[in-house]
């Protein structure tokens, strides 16, 4: 990685040098002619310009924001014409004038990164920028700055944190990257690449689109865009013949796969799912093929005063009432009803008779970072009530539903539920996706013997004994695992 702003605005920041394997590893893949326009736009003490100039390019710029830095790399690379060094914010066009943006053939470099409070929130500065946010991080607008700097079919390579590939609320930031880019490659690189941070980063390969760009569509359903992942930066400088487009180690997919998520493990991850799936002895069905799933209700605005904590005190009365099931509601282990407890009245708009459980039905939380695709059954009367809509009933066909909720939350079925989920800002599985989640489909007598545990399971969590509730939990994970793999 970088380097980090240390406090809100500019102050004199860390500076996190590129280890020379890296920087090999990002102008070997770069081949450009010697005379091509070259610029680093973080130089630091220009572990990158350094690099370039030794290996014959002749047109190198340079630029860093801390006078004494640029002052002693100037020192050092004086003697080079082909040299040029700007002092100043490279994020400012002041800095580098318009007549320059847009025409490099390469810009390269490791970029400054922003810790969570050290964020650009001037105005001057974020108007110049299409992922100009208020409070953006620095290392967003040092991307876009880099792609402004090349001409295009121009070459940017740039070293960014692993959120930026990751993370769903950057969701915005991967779709700059795949208008402005063709991307080559993914590289993931270890933890500690940079001495005092443990931050994953990963270095983005890109090409500036070119005019033709929209008319390639077939182009970019091709798999040509490598992912990989080291994990020791000294098998970059061993892997001398390695180009980033090769296919030995890594992996080759296309721009349409890397839509939603770029970082290289979730990629692996998923191959990792399809092999269980293909090695495995057990049939794997998508949940679609076994059974229906519908959505919950509830009623929001001013209606939500329709909604109360507390039954009222005579049967009568309540016998009125039903329970509202909130994602709240749900754990892993079963129902949790006492503290966070939800009731509507049968007669008013609120209710939907079809959102209402039957027992035998799973409920599937539909949204939410943490809680998505969690699964409980309804094994008793006890917890009927009426799902919410952030909710999505199942209604198994052909699947004993006490073995699907406990698998929908087990280790392996939760890795294929988080494979479907998706979305900006909130991560959520639409009932279309939870469709096509595979479901492990074994013998009537072993999901039976699931069951079993599962609602021993479920009784101790509802008696409070969320211990014993965890470890049948865990064991049944186990047992899912020896007789899936
Ligand atoms: C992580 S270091 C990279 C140094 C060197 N290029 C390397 O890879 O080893 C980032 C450099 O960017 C400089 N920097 C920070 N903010 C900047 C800005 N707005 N404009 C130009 N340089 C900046 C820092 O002073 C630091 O030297």
């Given at each position: 990685m970088?380097d ?9 920041t860390?500076?996190?040098i590129t280890p020379a394997?890296?920087v090999?590893?990002m102008?070997?893949?770069s081949?450009?002619r010697k005379?091509a326009?070259i610029?680093?736009p973080a130089a ?8 370039l100039i030794?290996e ?9 924001v ?8 100037r020192?050092?690379l004086m003697?080079?014409?082909g040299f ?5 914010d490279?994020?400012?066009p ?10 490099f ?6 970029p400054?990164?922003?810790y969570?409070?050290?964020?650009i929130s001037?105005?001057e500065?974020?108007?110049n920028?299409e992922l100009?946010?208020?409070k953006q991080?620095?290392?967003?607008l040092?991307l ?6 090349v001409?295009p079919?121009?070459?940017v ?5 692993m ?20 991307v080559e ?5 270890p933890?500690h690449?940079?001495?005092?941070t443990?931050?994953?980063t990963?270095?983005?390969?890109g ?7 929209d008319t390639?569509?077939?182009f970019l359903?091709q ?5 990989a992942s080291?994990?020791?930066i000294?098998?970059l400088s061993e ?6 487009q ?5 992996m080759l997919?296309?721009?349409?796969d ?6 290289p493990?979730y ?8 092999g269980a799936?293909?090695e495995?002895?057990v049939?794997?069905k998508?949940l679609?093929?076994l059974?229906?799933?519908r959505t919950?209700f509830?009623k929001y605005?001013e209606k939500r005063k329709?909604i109360h904590d507390?039954?009222p005190k005579t049967?009568?009365l ?12 749900l754990?892993?282990h079963?129902?949790r009803?006492?503290q966070?407890d939800?009731f509507?009245?049968?007669d ?9 459980l039957e027992?035998?039905?799973v409920l599937v ?6 809680c998505v695709?969690?699964a ?5 009367e006890?917890y009927?009530?009426?799902a919410?809509d952030w909710?999505l009933i199942?209604?198994a ?9 406990f698998y929908l939350?087990?280790?392996?079925g939760?890795?294929?539920v988080?494979?479907e989920?998706?979305?900006t800002?909130?991560v ?6 939870l469709?096509k989640v595979?479901?492990?489909v074994l013998?009537?007598s072993?999901?039976?013997?699931f069951e079993?545990e599962?609602?021993?399971?479920y009784d101790k969590?509802?008696q409070?004994k969320t ?7 865990n ?9 899936i793999?």
């Open positions: 970088t980090v702003l240390d406090t809100a605005g500019r102050t004199r860390k500076e996190y394997p890296v090999e590893f102008i070997r893949n081949e450009v005379d326009r610029i680093d630091g003490d220009g572990a990158f310009v350094h690099k030794g014959g390019y002749r047109k190198v710029w340079g630029i860093e801390e006078q004494d830095r640029a002052d002693q790399l020192q050092r003697a080079y014409d040029c060094l700007l002092v100043g490279a994020l400012n002041v800095t580098l004038g318009s007549w320059a943006m847009g025409s053939d390469v810009a390269i470099g490791n400054p990164f922003s969570q409070k050290a964020k001037q105005d500065i974020l108007v920028y100009g946010r208020p991080s620095i290392e967003i040092f876009e700055r880099f792609v402004q700097m001409r079919c121009g070459l390579r740039i070293i960014l944190p959120n930026i590939f990751a993370n769903t609320a950057l969701q915005y930031v991967r779709d700059f990257i795949l208008e402005n880019l063709w490659a993914v590289i993931g690189l933890r690449t940079f001495g005092g443990a931050a994953k990963a270095i983005l390969f090409q500036k689109r070119g005019r033709d760009w390639r569509s077939d359903n798999k040509r865009v490598k992912l080291i994990r020791d000294k098998t892997l001398k013949t390695l180009s980033i090769s296919a030995e180690g890594g997919v296309s721009m349409a890397i839509k939603n998520r770029m970082d493990d990629h692996f991850a998923g191959i990792e799912l399809k799936v293909t495995s002895e049939e794997f998508p679609g093929e059974a229906e799933i919950g509830v605005g329709l507390t039954l049967k009568r309540q016998s009125k009432y039903i329970r509202l099931i909130k994602a709240k509601n754990s892993i079963g129902f009803f006492g966070d939800f509507i009245r049968t008013e708009e609120i209710f939907r008779s079809w959102a209402c027992v035998g039905e939380v539909r949204v939410g970072a943490g695709g969690r409980v059954c309804v094994i008793d006890k009927r009530g009426q919410d909710m199942v209604r066909k052909a699947i004993n539903p006490s073995f699907l909720a939350n087990s280790t392996i939760k890795a294929f988080q494979k989920a998706q979305g800002g909130t959520s599985i639409s009932k279309g996706k469709q595979l479901v492990p013998d009537e072993v999901q039976r013997e079993l599962v609602k021993s399971m969590q509802f409070g211990d014993k509730a965890k470890a049948i939990f064991s049944l994970d186990k047992k899912l695992h020896g007789l793999s």
